[in-house]
């Protein structure tokens, strides 16, 4: 082994609003961020991989499922119950794509990255 994962990071406009978005969808806590708000890491605790959210300028989001602006990643989040995750990332800024099965239901996060809700 080289290293451990560490971080998986998303390229945004608006780090604050996007970690949010995340700490609600994925219940995970604000671990450290930048003084000037360019840079914000949320996880479970400090010795565990997290998701880190960097601010972009001129940022453009993936397109999906076009592949002009490819998504380049994208999370799945297991869930018990589809039709009520959804309803709560509705409310929190997502935004559906009207596109999946009975156990999985693709959508956007508020700066337009692709994740999936699966049902298990």
Partial sequence: MIGSWHATVFD???PDSLASFYEDLLGMIRLEHD?????????????RP???FQKVSGYTPPQWPGQEIPQQLHLD????????AEAQVLA????????GTE???V????????FCLVAW
């Fill in 12 to 14: 945004c406009p608006n």
């Fill in 35 to 47: 003084d000037d708000g360019s840079w914000i890491t949320i996880g479970d605790a400090p010795d």
């Fill in 50 to 52: 997290a998701l880190a």
């Fill in 77 to 84: 989040v297991k869930v018990a119950d589809l039709d009520l």
């Fill in 92 to 99: 929190r800024g997502a935004t559906s794509m009207d596109s």
């Fill in 103 to 105: 156990t999985f239901r």
């Fill in 107 to 114: 959508f956007l996060d508020p700066a337009g990255h692709p």
